[in-house]
């Protein structure tokens, strides 16, 4: 059993910072790439940032310079610094990975359960 577990989501004023982190567990061979997603009511799930084992990164248009991905390879942890939050950030953020699992047929993406980020005054 693979698990992505969240932490770091709540209640922010506008302007606010929060730092997210997700750390993969379980029978796990290698770890691709982790990111975050994120899904607000109404709305498609939407990529808001990821980063590669080889420490590539990538963001979307709308959190570029306001928020930071990295990760720690050794510990399978990624994080998601927030800086300059916005009423419309306001979402559920899901991490993933894609990861090669025990017995190592493929690799597959895996999904946290996601927590919520309410950026409101």
């Known amino acids: 059993q693979v698990q992505l577990v969240e932490s770091g989501g709540g209640l922010v004023q506008p302007g606010g910072s929060l730092r997210l982190s997700c750390a993969a567990s379980g029978p796990i061979l290698r770890i691709n790439a982790m990111g975050w997603y994120r899904q607000a009511p109404g709305k498609q799930r939407e990529l808001v940032a990821v980063i590669t084992s080889g420490s590539s990164t990538n963001y979307a248009d709308s959190m570029k310079g306001r928020f930071t991905i990295s990760g720690d390879n050794a510990k399978n942890t990624v994080y998601l610094q927030m800086d300059s939050l916005k009423p419309e950030d306001t979402a559920v953020y899901y991490c993933?990975?894609?990861?090669?699992?025990?017995?190592?047929?493929?690799?597959?993406?895996?999904w946290g359960q996601g927590t919520q980020v309410t950026v409101s005054s």
């Open positions: 993933y990975a894609q990861a090669l699992d025990y017995p190592g047929t493929g690799y597959r993406t895996f």
